[in-house]
C-alpha cells in the first residue's frame, strides 16, 4: 500500500517547459491540477539553453511583464539580437535584428539562459492555488483502472495519483510513452546531442549572435556557440541519427575535433575554459509524426516528440504545446469527457505550426551530402536570404509580442 493517495482531475508529468507551461495555464484557468516531476529544482537539463520567439510568445500570454521587464532586469538571460552562420566554405553569414529608432518592438530575436535557471524561473511562477507541485517525485509505474489512471510514484515515501487525464511533458524518456509502448527511437527523425559549457571563447559577437557552424563533409549535423551570461556560453554539436549511424560517425570525437583542431573554430577555444565534460542527450524531431493523445492522456514537448527539426529548438514548441494540452484539458472538465474522440483535433493543432519545418527537414534528408552542402554554401551567404531576413523578421516579431496563440477544438 503507498503511505500517500492523492485524487486530481489533471497529472502533468514533468516541469520542464511543456508542463510548466500547462500547468501555468491550467492556473490562470483557474484549474486545480498535480504536477509532478523526479528532479528537485533547480536542476540541469541538457540543452542549447536558446529561447526563440514562441516562448516569448508564450511567456506574453502569461503576463506581458516578463518580457518586458522580468527578463531584461534577470542578469541570468542574455538578450541576443541575430544569428551567425559559418557555412561549410568558410564564409560567414551575419542575420542582426537593428531596430529601427523609435520601433515599436526593439526586442531581441532570441534569449539565452541556462535551462537551471530558466526551468526554475518558470517553476517559481506556479500559482499554489491551483498547482499541488511535487518535486521529487519519480513516477514508476502506469495503469488504467477503468477511466481512472492509477499512477505509482517513488518519493521519500510512496504515493499513488489518481487522476482523469495525464498530460505526459516527461521529455524524451517519457514514462507515460513507455507505458504506452511507443518509446521507440526512429534514427530519421532523432537527433544525437552534446553540450559542453566553456567560459571565454573569443570573438563573441557584441550583439551576442548565436553562432551556428556546418563542418565540412558532415551533413545534417551543425555545431553551436550560444552566449551566455558571465562570460560563459553553451557549445554543442549534433546530428541526425540515421545520418550518423550511415556514416559511422562517433559525435564525442567530432566534436572534440571541431574543438581541438578545425580551422574555423579552434581558434576560439585557444585560451576559453571548459567547466564540465560533453554530456549527450537525445532530440526526438518533429518530422516523427506521434499520435499525441489517446483515452485520458495528451503528450507535451519532447514526449510527443515536438522538436522542430531543422533548427533544434523544442522549448518554444513545447511550451505552445504545454498552453494547447491545457485548453484541451480545460474542454475536457467542461465537456466531462477524457476520452480520445473529445482531443480528436489535439494533434492537427499541434502539426499545423511545425509543417513547413517538417517539409524543409524532408527535402534536406532527400539530398545528396553533394548537393546539401552546395546547397548551404550557396543560400546561407546569398544577399537574398539575408533581404528575405530583412523583410520577414518584423512580422516574426508581431507574431511573438502581438498575436494571439488561437486554438481550435
Ligand atoms: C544538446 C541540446 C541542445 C538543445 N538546444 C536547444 C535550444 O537551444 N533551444 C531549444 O528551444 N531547444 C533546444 N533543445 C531541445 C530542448 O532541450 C527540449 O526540446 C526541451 O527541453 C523539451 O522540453 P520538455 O518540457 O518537453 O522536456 P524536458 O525539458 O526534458 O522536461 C521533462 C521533465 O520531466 C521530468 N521527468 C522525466 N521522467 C519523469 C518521471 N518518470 N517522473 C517524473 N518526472 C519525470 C524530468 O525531470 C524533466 O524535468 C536542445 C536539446 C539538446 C539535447
Known sequence: MPSEIVKTDILIIGAGPAGATASLFLAKLGIPHLIADAAI????????????????????????????????????????????????????????????????????????????CFDAFLAKKFDKRYADFRQGVKVEHIQKDGNEWRVLATTPSDLEIRASLIIGADGDHSVLLRHLGERKIDRRHY??????????????????????????????SYFYIF??????????????????????????????RLIREDPVMAPRFQRAESLEEPVG?????????????GDGYLLAGDAASLVCPTSGEGIGTGMISGYIAAHFAQKALLDKRFDAEQF???????????QSEIRLYNLMMSLSPRVYDFGLNLIAPHPLFRWSFRQRVGGWLKTAYETPIEVRF
Open 344 to 354: 480528436k483535433n489535439y494533434d492537427r493543432e499541434l502539426y499545423r505550426r511545425l
Open 227 to 256: 552566449p551566455l551570461a558571465n562570460g560563459e556560453a553553451n557549445v554543442g554539436y549534433g546530428m541526425v541519427s540515421e545520418v550518423a549511424a550511415k556514416g559511422r560517425h562517433k559525435l564525442r570525437d567530432i566534436f572534440e
Open 41 to 116: 529544482f533547480p536542476r540541469d537539463k541538457v540543452c542549447g539553453d536558446g529561447l526563440d520567439l514562441k516562448v516569448v510568445r508564450v511567456l506574453r500570454h502569461l503576463d506581458p511583464a516578463i518580457t518586458e521587464h522580468e527578463l531584461p532586469a534577470n542578469q541570468m538571460f542574455t538578450p541576443c539580437w541575430g544569428t551567425r552562420f559559418f557555412t561549410q566554405n568558410g564564409r560567414i553569414a551575419d542575420f542582426i535584428y537593428n531596430p529601427p529608432p523609435g520601433t515599436a518592438l526593439p526586442h531581441p530575436l532570441f534569449w539565452t539562459a541556462k535551462r537551471f
Open 191 to 220: 537527433a544525437g546531442t552534446l553540450r559542453q559549457y566553456w567560459r571565454g571563447v573569443a570573438d563573441i559577437h557584441p550583439k551576442n549572435l548565436i553562432e551556428v557552424y556546418f563542418p565540412p563533409g558532415l551533413p545534417m
Open 281 to 293: 542527450w537525445g532530440i526526438p524531431l518533429a518530422s516523427r509524426r506521434r499520435r499525441a493523445f
